[in-house]
């Protein structure tokens, strides 16, 4: 170790973000070739090449497109030779994002590449996710992810916490926002239909859908050579919930709230959240657990109720919240991904621009 | 360009999963009509039951019986029931906290509408009439208002325990191949071999999958290659595959086609499997509404020298 700083003090920095326009069907291209424009975007706005990223990491599912190590085909858009330092969690990319800045703060690493992508166009989502569930008490009856989703919004109903108008609102105002955003897939005024799992409707779900999500991450002085405002990554955190449903709370969410905590988010207030909160009642419930008043602008990309693939919505949380401070349009931002049924597991992350 | 192929693709998984002595204690107790919770440290009684304290991880086993009726926690109401749900009918999802439990059980009720199901409201289990050790033992919930059951104080031993399930899963697709590898596909229609070209290093990937992965750019000049080709390294195969109608000992080669950029591999027939060598020049052979080379054969020209195929071993 030559480096005077020790390692574990690094600051680490977003300094680059893509993604795809995300659609509800790719089925023309495969998943590396869905990928690799988002890869060749990401690395052309920091001039990095392959031979300069020092670690990878990715995110996916081989349930989504029901091919086994589909992620290993998906390195071909990586540019894997000579061979490279790699690995792959089976989670959203928010996850890969984690274990590439524990690898960046270890001083292993300067530089690194996250990305992760999701095909759910090719099989039926709902019934996909049912497999993620205990397979004892659970899997064996498919309850499918918006029936999970629907039985916590009741459940946060019951406690007056919200209704369904308030719901409602949270989703149009969501599909607005993302009126901006080029890349969302519901866009603009989106009709709240009908029920899909009372008291969910169409509205207050997610739409399904493709796409994929590039960062890259890099360290201290190498950040500031590569991005002129780098959203520096103040802290991070994730944690999970006991795996009973019937166990949790199902109206809280303590494991964003110690994650939250340890990421130190309550020392200075944030101006931006991205949450990834796939159904409308969990904004509801996120933002109860965070502490966000109507002061904090929340989900402005239109966040998961505008486009939300799978794996990779939660990297774009990060990816959007850090585009912002890159604009200079937030000083200090919220990320929140989520993964599993109900917000069972919650990563939280707190990114800052240089002060101007 | 012509249209992405695609093709239906169902995966189906019989996962064979041991139980421990809880979940098998509960399992083999719905079986006999008998729900048993499972006792922490500071008396709590989970229902399902699990292994380790969830709050302080330490193992638990005091298995206690609680009763087949309870209240609902929370519900949603499913009017459209989906593949392997419990009920065919529109039902409620509901969490339900039996009698003498602390914590909800995931199941279904059995309603006429959403106007008859309530947060609060009271229900018991419906037994499946066949029993086998398995959550689906409860059929489902039914509406209920009298008292609450009497558990018998079963302590959890069962004499002929489920010690294991098998947990089915099927799950449906639409696999499309993508932009690559449908030209690959398509080509193979005529019996044609085609590669992609790497726009930066020159090479020529067969089968295509639409990226270079040195260069990590999109490989987008299709390039035919072969018929023939050069055996670059093989082995024998001994050991016959089953539903495999090959005598064995037989060959198993990679083959370099001419102009591609990488071997594929193939089978060696209608030469000794001691005689084939790397080298050896073969070519492939198709057998009638075959939608890929059978076989690769030798041609009969002379070997190929070492150094025109050194780089793609
Ligand atoms: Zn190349």
């Given at each position: ?65 029901g ?56 099989g039926s989502?709902?019934d ?229 | ?7 239906p693709l169902t995966v ?71 593949r ?86 099927r799950l449906d697709y639409t ?139």
């Open positions: 170790m030559t480096r005077e700083e020790a390692p574990g003090d690094r600051d680490i920095a977003v300094v680059a973000f893509a993604q795809t326009d995300h659609r509800r069907t790719s089925e023309e291209l495969s998943e590396v070739e869905m990928l690799m424009p988002v890869l060749h975007e990401v690395m052309a706005s920091t001039g990095l090449k392959t031979a300069d990223i020092d670690f990878t990491c990715s995110g996916s599912s081989d349930y989504l497109a091919r086994a190590f589909s992620f290993t085909l998906a390195l071909d858009g990586v540019g894997a030779w000579p061979p490279i330092s790699e690995s792959h969690v089976e989670m959203d990319g928010a996850w890969a994002l984690y274990e590439a800045w524990v690898k960046l703060r270890t001083g292993d690493a300067d530089t690194a590449l996250v990305y992760s992508y999701g095909k759910s166009s090719p989502v709902r996909v996710l049912t497999r993620q569930l205990d397979p004892y008490y659970l899997a064996p009856l498919w309850p499918d992810s918006v029936a999970l989703a629907a039985l916590q919004a009741q459940a946060l109903i019951d406690t007056g916490a919200t209704d369904e108008p308030a719901l409602a609102a949270i989703g149009a105002r969501s599909r607005a926002d993302a009126a901006a955003n080029p890349h969302a897939q519901l866009r603009g005024s989106v009709p709240q239909g009908e029920y899909l799992v009372r008291p969910l409707r169409t509205g207050d779900c997610p739409p399904i859908g493709d796409g994929a999500a590039a960062v890259v991450l890099a360290a201290g002085e190498r950040a500031r050579e590569l991005c002129d405002r780098p959203a520096w990554i103040r802290g991070i955190d994730h944690r999970v919930e006991a795996h009973g449903i019937g166990v949790r709370d199902l109206t809280d969410s303590p494991s964003t709230r110690i994650a939250a905590e340890r990421a130190g988010v309550h020392e200075r207030p944030v101006d931006t959240a991205e949450l990834h909160a796939p159904f409308s009642s969990q904004e509801v419930i996120l933002r109860k657990v965070l502490g966000l008043d109507e002061s904090v602008c929340v989900n402005p990309s239109g966040g998961a109720s505008a486009a939300n693939p799978i794996m990779a919505a939660g990297l774009i949380r990060i990816g959007e919240a850090a585009a912002r401070i890159h604009r200079g349009e937030s000083d200090r931002a919220l990320a929140h991904a989520t993964s599993g049924p109900c917000l069972q597991q919650n990563l939280v992350a707190v990114l800052e621009g240089d002060p101007r | 360009m012509s249209a992405i192929l695609k093709a189906e998984f019989p996962f064979t999963r041991s139980l421990g002595p809880v979940q098998s204690a509960f399992l083999t107790g719905l079986r006999e009509r008998v729900v048993l919770g499972v006792r922490t440290g500071d008396g709590r009684v989970l229902v399902p039951p699990v292994e380790y304290d969830p709050v302080t991880a330490e193992e638990i086993r005091d298995l206690v019986e609680v009763a087949p009726t309870g209240t609902v926690t929370t519900w949603a109401w499913n009017h459209e029931p989906r392997g749900q419990p009920l065919d009918r529109p039902f409620a999802w509901v969490l339900v906290r039996l009698d003498g439990a602390d914590t909800a059980l995931l199941h279904a009720l059995d309603a006429p509408g959403p106007d008859a199901v309530r947060t609060g409201m009271r229900v018991r289990v419906r037994w499946a009439e066949e029993r086998s050790g398995a959550i689906t033992d409860i059929a489902c919930f039914e509406p209920y208002d009298g008292e609450p059951a009497e558990p018998a104080g079963h302590g959890g031993a069962f004499d002929d325990a489920v010690t294991g399930i098998v947990a089915a899963a696999y499309s191949p993508g932009r690559a590898q449908t030209g690959y596909i398509e080509a193979l229609g005529d019996r044609r071999i085609v590669g992609e070209r790497c726009p930066i290093c020159r090479k020529v990937y067969v089968p295509p999958r639409g990226a270079c992965p040195t260069c990590g750019v999109a490989t987008e000049e299709r390039v035919e290659v072969g018929p023939a080709g050069t055996v670059t390294t093989f082995c024998i195969v001994n050991i016959k595959a089953k539903n495999l109608d090959i005598e064995v000992p037989y060959v198993y080669a990679h083959i370099a086609l001419d102009g591609a950029g990488l071997a594929l591999h193939g089978r060696i027939a209608g030469i000794p499997y001691d005689r084939v060598r790397m080298g050896l020049r073969v070519e492939p052979v198709w057998t009638e509404g075959a939608r890929y080379p059978d076989h690769y054969r030798p041609t009969g020209e002379p070997d190929a020298d070492y150094d025109t195929y050194k780089e793609l071993l």
